[in-house]
């Protein structure tokens, strides 16, 4: 292996060989029929494909490429796909802004994309490459629809919806933060429109219970569980005679139902317009809604804020006294709680206190102390009825259960349970979508477009921008359309789909994204589901995590899947700033993956992205930690230089034995480091970091004289070692050193007994200051030690003519002489 004139270090050139030798041999493509007895399914959330990658996807893919090498080489068959999440309103924004269709511009974008994951070395199988707008996707994209249509979990009404007036389109309620589009940030309004929905609220008990049995990041369940948000009472019945109108209210404390005073509603209450319609108050009301729907529901949910509202003019009838009560519309009522609206119970309810004070509403205590006391109001504790005709004296914890009842007889309340958690809007009014599957008769009503019509191809159009309706309307040759049943005329629907929808199935599609007659074979999903390990942002934890979960429970109920659950262990990456701040092209201070890789190669990129903390949490970019990676890389390239140069069995002067053994001892450590820190724990900074320790030990090994035989088992151990973090360094130097290809080969075990120390090195202090060390038998007692360090000359020295008077033992760490 001696090389006269040893290669200079040209990160790109040994990445180009590499890499030309993965692309060739296929090397990380994998098969669903091949006999495998340990797979692994290891997934990260797929790329939306606008603009160029950044650091952030990067890190993402670094950290799921580092998981899926270690698996390899503990001897998993390995699944690692990729695809593209294509559709969307930033690539049909982009098309608006510049003219050129946003096909043109997503595939364009989608090359970038894969250019630059190619050039990073990320092991992918190709093979399985999926995007979102091809025509093959979207056609099972639309089946799916259609079986949840058929199975009544897709349906089509009226509603109350979340618009944004900038991008035209409806909004999820999970795309409206603090009242503003997730996107844009325009103030979302509220409007009726005839929408598709999925009935996700069908799943909510069981997406909140099968949270438990999820190997997932606590903070991410805990998400979820708040965002379902499930709660146990009553629904209550309170009549508006004048508008001829029923309000359903939840209430969790039905035992106050007779101190309710007022109904309150949102400001988004659905029925809010007819119920104020022809009153005195409906401009006021309508005024005030609007204004109410423009503030942030984070600050109008704030208990600290006071509360706003103005009445109606319409009053509700009391289900059990038959009073009337007024019909009040409140800021502090907010319509994804519930049914967006409440009984104003203010002697029991801190908001409800406030709130009737400002509009000098009636306050009516209905729960006393056990003693017979009125407690200060408000009082939202337990006691015992008062006021509330025969439930007088029950105590409040038994007579929520017996107004429940009394409702239940009369017809006008039962027991249930709530959750926030509101059915999945799917309809959007924009071009770049998935179309839905459904043709408009006028005799026979909604009709399914059948299965083997699909895809409905999504037509070109020359205008994408928003008009308030689909942009597809004016296609009208597609538009007009033969009834599937009847063979009459028919139109199409022309609201295209959420782009959530195409990105809740797509790990299904990897499994046999080549199979063109369904959309996985249930043999393929059985192989590689659910995934093993699910990789990507925290920010996706209620969309993106929340809408897999309801999909692959209600495709598994209609018998296609075998599994219920799409990730079995989740990983969420945190983000990278710089200078502090959150990376974007406004505030120059983005770091461009692409300009990374031309100065240093793909590989120090890589590794310093796992290098820079846990990564789990978020981190601050430096130019400085970059650059020591890279000098990290070049200093084991120059070890491997001097073991391929050297011409004898010996590099160096002389070779000392225990030198020797420590070199050896250092090597198993790693080993035990590296593989402890990646099986499960995702600790890369900390492997890289002991990685750089032995890379040191090497250095000092190779300047003071040592075996060759030794020093190559260290350095091809380290490269071994190094594989997940920076693949290419790592086989280039590995096969320099063996003659090997490091990825074809098992983990490194260390050798047990080189981890067993025999001796250990003690601080020796006199009178608490550090003075030596000394090394001892590492089972040495405490008396051993105490008369070793009494031997040593330093000690004797410092001893003569006066006494030891106390020997402190630490033990494992030092051993402190006291001197009198």
């Known amino acids: ?263 309150a509603l949102s400001p988004e209450y659905p029925d809010l317009e007819r119920l104020t319609s022809g009153t005195p108050e409906e401009a006021a009301v309508r005024e005030y809604a609007n ?160 299965e083997d019509q699909l895809p409905v191809p999504l037509p070109d159009v020359e205008d994408y921008a928003p008009k308030g309706k689909s942009p597809l309307a004016t296609a009208e040759d597609w538009v007009h359309t033969e009834c599937p049943q009847c063979g009459g005329p028919g139109r199409r629907e022309t609201d295209t789909m959420d782009t959530f929808v195409d990105s809740s199935w797509y790990y299904l599609r990897y499994c046999d994204p080549n199979n063109s007659n369904e959309p996985w074979s249930k043999e393929a999903a059985r192989a590689w589901m659910p995934v093993d390990q699910y990789i990507g942002g925290v920010e996706h934890a209620i969309l993106h995590l929340l809408y897999s979960r309801f999909l692959c429970k209600a495709l598994a109920d209609l018998d296609f899947l075998p599994v219920q659950e799409p990730f079995g262990t989740l990983f969420t990456q945190g983000m990278i700033t710089k200078d502090g701040a959150k990376m974007s092209k406004s505030k120059g201070n983005t770091v461009s993956p692409r300009s990374i890789v031309e100065k240093y190669g793909a590989d120090t990129g890589r590794c310093y992205v796992l290098f820079m903390g846990p990564p789990e949490h978020g981190a601050d970019w430096s130019d400085e930690g970059l650059e020591g990676v890279h000098r990290f890389f070049k200093r084991v390239w120059r070890y491997t230089d001097q073991i391929t140069s050297a011409g004898s069995d010996l590099i160096g002067t002389a070779v000392d034995p225990e030198r020797d053994l420590a070199l050896r001892r250092k090597t198993a450590w790693a080993i035990q480091k590296v593989t402890e820190d990646m099986s499960g724990r995702f600790a890369f900074n900390t492997a890289i970091s002991a990685l750089m320790a032995l890379s040191n030990d090497c250095s000092r090994a190779l300047q003071d004289g040592i075996a060759k035989k030794t020093v190559t088992e260290a350095v091809s151990t380290l490269a071994s070692l190094l594989l997940p973090f920076a693949p290419h360094v790592s086989s280039e130097i590995y096969h320099r050193l063996t003659g090997k290809r490091v990825w074809e080969e098992p983990w490194p075990v260390a050798d047990e007994s080189l981890l067993r120390s025999e001796t250990i090195t003690l601080v020796v202090q006199i009178n608490a200051k550090t003075r030596a060390e000394m090394s001892v038998p590492a089972d040495a007692s405490e008396d051993e030690i105490r008369q070793a360090v009494q031997a040593l000359p330093l000690v004797q020295q410092e001893v003569e003519g006066q006494s030891i008077k106390r020997i402190i033992v630490v033990p494992g760490r030092l051993v402190n002489v006291l001197i009198a």
Request: charge should be negative; hydrophobic fraction near 35%.
């Open 291 to 450: 204004a109410a729907r423009r503030a942030g529901h984070s600050d109008r949910g704030n208990d600290e804020r006071p509360k706003t509202g103005v009445v109606t003019g319409r009053h509700a009838i009391h289900p059990l006294t038959g009073n009337k009560i007024p019909i009040v519309v409140a800021d502090y009522v907010l319509m994804e709680y519930g049914t967006g609206a409440i009984m104003g119970v203010p002697a029991h309810d801190e908001r409800d206190f406030d709130f009737a004070q400002r509009l000098r509403l009636p306050i009516q205590p209905v729960i006393g102390l056990a003693d017979g006391a009125t407690p200060e109001l408000p009082y939202a504790g337990e006691g015992v009825v008062i006021n509330s005709a025969e439930f007088d004296g029950v105590p409040s914890r038994d007579a929520g259960a017996q107004v429940t009842a009394k409702l239940t007889d009369i017809g006008q309340g039962e027991a249930v349970v709530s959750y926030k958690l509101r059915d999945w809007l799917l309809s959007r009014q924009r071009y770049w979508g998935c179309p839905i599957p459904i043709v408009y008769c006028d005799g026979c009503g909604l009709v399914p477009v059948p």
């Open 1 to 263: 292996m001696t090389e006269l004139n040893p290669p200079q270090f040209d990160p790109r050139a040994i990445e180009e060989r590499w890499q030309k030798l993965w692309r060739e041999e296929r090397t990380w493509e994998v098969s669903n029929t091949l006999a495998a007895d340990k797979r692994a399914y290891v997934l990260e959330m797929l790329p939306y494909t606008s603009g160029e990658p950044h650091v952030g996807h990067l890190k993402n893919y670094a950290v799921g490429d580092a998981v899926a090498h270690f698996l390899r080489r503990q001897g998993y068959y390995v699944l690692h796909p990729m695809g593209f999440d294509a559709f969307g309103l930033p690539a049909e924004n982009h098309a608006i802004r510049t003219g050129k269709h946003p096909r043109i511009s997503t595939d364009e974008s989608i090359a970038s994309f894969r250019e630059q994951f190619k050039q990073w070395g990320i092991s992918i199988d190709w093979s399985r490459e999926i995007s979102t707008h091809q025509p093959t996707y979207y056609r099972w994209t639309q089946w799916i629809f259609l079986q949840l249509f058929k199975a009544g979990l897709a349906y089509r009404k009226r509603s109350a919806v979340n618009w944004c007036p900038s991008d035209a389109t409806v909004l999820a309620n999970e795309q409206v933060v603090d009242g503003q589009c997730e996107r844009c940030g325009s103030l979302v309004e509220l409007k009726q429109l005839e929408q598709w929905f999925f009935r996700i609220t069908d799943y909510a008990e069981r997406l909140l219970n099968d949270l438990d049995g999820l190997d997932w990041p606590a903070h991410v369940k805990s998400m979820q569980r708040t965002w379902i948000g499930r709660s146990e009472g009553a629904s209550v019945t309170f009549r508006c005679a004048e508008a001829d109108s029923e309000i359903q209210v939840f209430t969790t404390r039905p035992d106050t139902l007779f101190g309710a005073t007022f109904i």
